[in-house]
């Protein structure tokens, strides 16, 4: 089928002319028909829109154009990347209405690639969740097991990829938000070193700490994408103006001599024992591929999650400001005043998670606590950022688990706010320092639920990282593994 096909794998057959960009977008939208009311993974699907792109990259492959290598391949966006005529909710009441009036920076670069955009994907609420169960709209279910949730914030955007509901998407992560459910749903996932893509139409939710990624089949793939968003942005402040590499050039199916730090306190007893064993394995792959590994120490790691749960829910409260029921999206209908307007309309436009994590952060930011928690927690990601400095020194790459768990069951956690979080705790650490990170599948555990090992660089170090992850992948078949979902009485892969 060619919904099972990579992007790279398409490019060839729609320059070859085997295919259609159309007959593509054909196939996908009827496996979304067959298994999204499933899955769950769209808020908005935009058919009409792909078709008519589908036809202008089939006009540009007809007349023997050398097309970009994304031209005609069908891609899903995070509901949290603003999209010209396309509504944008954030997966929130509150912008339950919102189409916003441009494209992201991101987004004029893959239009100027030729995608095609599917739609747009289920997350937790502004991207604040590990499950996408805070989503005020739906819950997406994980391919591998329906009962399982995909990870969080971008489970969508990683669900629709696992099952063959798009070639590729887009998702966004500021603690984990497109490692972690890479891993749990068993596909490629990165987080870009922070300042490599342009944030600008990326809604904030901790614009410290934010960056768009991919999920894709394959790390191939996954070059690709980098190669078409990477880069610096006079709309973004924080875009840093470096070169960006042909990251196609660093899939090199090679470790030789190359060094992979393994730090021990990735590898607790709170990991999950399978998952611990899977990832070992995969270290042991790289071993005799070529690498030396090497046991290193990140003391700081302990402070990762606390720190993270200060800081990114301080700078959510100053970011969800701006909703207030004025200038754009829900509105309280006949308040008493304004005052009255403004808590209504965020009482009622917000979810569960979202305002607890505007108080949280509106805490740590007043008078008298701010010193004790959100100057404190900056020295603690000062101190975090210092022990990755010092481990670069040493090697090339870190190795660790994504996840601490496989998935879990859908409602599992909801409950308990700390247990949630606390599925960010391999993530958020590279997030404090800004470092470049990839998920790749790395075996199943005993239920079926999918296992992902992460990969950690310097800054700006993507090409080692995605040379390591290539490698892995060349000499594996864990990325060839397909959910088997059983829906409407028969299985479908």
């Given amino acids: 089928m060619l919904y099972e096909l990579t992007a790279h794998a398409l490019h060839e057959k729609l320059k070859a002319r085997e295919i259609t960009a159309v007959a593509l977008v054909e196939s996908l939208y009827a496996r979304i028909d067959a298994v999204e009311p499933h899955v769950k993974g769209y808020l908005t699907l935009t058919k009409d829109l792909a078709l008519e792109q589908a036809h202008a990259a089939d006009t540009g492959f007809q007349k023997g154009e050398d097309l970009p290598p994304l031209a005609g391949i069908p891609i899903a966006i995070k509901d949290v990347i603003c999209t010209k005529g396309v509504r944008t909710t954030c997966a929130s009441k509150i912008l339950e209405t919102f189409v916003p009036p441009y494209d992201a920076t991101v987004m004029r670069k893959l239009h100027e690639q030729g995608v095609v955009v599917l739609g747009k994907t289920n997350m937790d609420e502004f991207a604040m969740g590990s499950s996408t169960e805070n989503s005020a709209y739906q819950i997406t279910h994980n391919p591998w097991n329906l009962d399982t949730i995909p990870g969080g914030s971008s489970g969508g955007s990683a669900a629709v990829v696992a099952a063959d509901t798009a070639i590729c998407s887009l998702g966004s992560d500021t603690g984990g938000s497109i490692r ?262 790395c075996g199943l555990v005993q239920n079926g639920l999918p296992v992902g090992l992460q990969l950690l660089g310097a800054p700006f170090a993507e090409e080692k990282v995605l040379r390591v992850a290539y490698t892995f992948e060349q000499n594996t078949d864990h990325h060839l593994q397909k959910p088997q979902m059983h829906v409407n009485g028969a299985t479908s892969s």
């Avoid at 790691?301 to 207030?324: C, F, H, K, M, V």
């Avoid at 930011?365 to 975090?384: E, F, M, N, P, V």
């Avoid at 700390?418 to 790749?440: E, F």
């Fill in 180 to 441: 972690q459910p890479a891993a749990l749903c068993g596909v490629v996932g990165m987080k870009p070193t922070y300042g490599r893509v342009s944030r600008y139409g990326l809604v904030a939710f901790a614009s410290s700490l934010d960056q768009i990624g991919p999920f894709t089949k394959d790390v191939t793939d996954c070059a690709l994408l980098l190669n078409a968003i990477c880069g610096s942005d006079a709309m973004d402040a924080t875009s840093v103006d470096v070169p960006v590499p042909d990251f196609t050039q660093s899939l090199i199916n090679d470790v030789e001599g190359m060094k992979i730090g393994i730090p021990k306190e990735y590898f607790t007893p709170a990991l999950d024992t399978e998952v611990a064993d899977r990832v070992h394995t995969a270290i042991a792959v790289l071993e005799q591929l070529g690498a030396t590994v090497e046991e290193i120490s990140l003391p700081y790691t302990e402070y990762a999650i606390a720190t993270y749960y200060i800081i990114a829910p301080a700078e959510a409260s100053a970011n969800l400001a701006r909703y207030d029921g004025v200038r754009y999206g829900y509105r309280q209908e006949n308040p008493e005043d304004l005052i009255n307007m403004y808590k209504k309309t965020r009482s009622k436009g917000f979810g569960e998670e979202v305002k607890r994590r505007i108080m949280l952060g509106t805490f740590a930011l007043s008078a008298g606590y701010q010193d004790a928690y959100y100057k404190k927690a900056q020295k603690a990601r000062t101190l975090i950022k210092s022990d990755f400095d010092a481990a670069f020194e040493q090697v090339d790459v870190i190795a660790t688990p994504t996840s601490p768990t496989p998935a879990f069951k859908i409602g599992e956690r909801t409950a308990d706010p700390l247990q949630m979080y606390l599925c960010d705790v391999m993530t958020t650490p590279a997030s404090h320092a800004g470092l470049p990170g990839i998920s790749v599948p």
